[in-house]
């Protein structure tokens, strides 16, 4: 079991998952860009993430995953594993098996598909909670799940749940993100789930990112985040302007397809994404080669 502390504050990287062309999971490639993070200063990395396309792993790839990457860290990094689903008897069995595994925190978004009310989504989180001891971040996407967890359900269960101790914040919405840094418990942190917005809201008072741009730019935005924290303004900003047409191209196309477009370029890894998701076409890929010329990464 992996007794690396875990603290929601930094820069965390969702991190992709390589596959080979035949669709297999690329472990060498996958072992590779772990120790690509962790070289270059990332707080922590999120394994089996949407950016990770989660949806397409099994469960038995999804574990094989977590226990090469706390191998790989060596107690360098906390790896959060993330386990959540529509199904919280699921989540609970997953995030159980992901802490075996040797996940330090779990990364759980809000349930998809079903539709649950505000109630429902308390209840799903404060079962999870009661059932696990392992920190967890609460992680609201409402563009991917059809429903968004509201700042009151959000701060009930900051309040409520000891277990829970950061949001992934992606709702795109800066008055409810805003509203939930403006009334939380001092130690309950918000993340942005958002690159592009990360500078804002940190000079509003939150915590880091969970990244997606940071699979391939780790140490920028690693400094971009130390830099707001420690209220360096003027040199964060400097590279979030630098980075800013990257992170909107990363969504040009489904993510984490861009992403993968983009390091395949850049000569990290192979571009191939599992089914339904396909290769960035010829255009968007024209769009990511220009986007990181102009960003000098290329």
Do not use: W
């Not at 959000?154 to 950061?166: H, P, S, Y």
């Not at 983009?262 to 024209?286: C, W």
């Amino acid at each position: 079991m992996n007794t690396v502390k875990f603290e929601a504050k930094g820069t965390f990287t969702a991190l992709l998952t390589p596959f080979q062309k035949n669709g297999e999971i690329d472990f060498p490639a996958f072992d590779k860009l772990l120790r690509f993070q962790i070289k270059n200063g990332i707080i922590g990395i999120a394994v089996n993430s949407t950016t990770g396309e989660a949806p397409t792993l099994s469960e038995t790839e999804k574990l094989e995953l977590i226990k090469r990457a706390v191998k790989i860290s060596k107690g360098r990094v906390p790896i959060i594993a993330g386990t959540g689903s529509y199904d919280t008897k699921k989540t609970i069995e997953l995030t159980l098996k992901s802490q075996e595994a040797g996940a330090s925190a779990a990364l759980i978004v809000s349930p998809y598909y079903n539709k649950p009310t505000q109630a429902h989504l308390y209840n799903h989180y404060k079962t999870i909670n009661d059932a696990v001891d392992l920190p967890i971040i609460l992680y609201n996407v409402p563009g991917r799940t059809g429903s968004n967890v509201l700042p009151d359900t959000q701060l009930k269960i900051a309040a409520d749940c000891k277990n829970i101790v950061a949001t992934k914040e992606a709702s795109g919405d800066i008055n409810q993100i805003l509203t939930i840094i403006r009334n939380k418990p001092t130690d309950f942190n918000v993340l942005s789930g958002d690159d592009g917005i990360t500078l804002s809201i940190i000079a509003a008072g939150a915590n880091g990112v969970v990244s997606v741009l940071s699979n391939y730019l780790p140490k920028l935005m690693v400094n971009m985040v130390k830099y707001a924290l420690q209220g360096k303004f003027d040199k964060s900003r400097e590279i979030h302007e630098r980075l800013f047409e990257l992170m909107n191209v990363n969504f040009i196309e489904s993510n984490p397809v861009p992403a993968k477009a983009a390091m395949s370029i850049l000569g990290m890894i192979n571009e191939y994404v599992r089914l339904p998701l396909q290769s960035a076409t010829p255009e968007s890929k024209k769009i990511l080669r220009e986007a990181l010329l102009r960003a000098k990464v290329l």
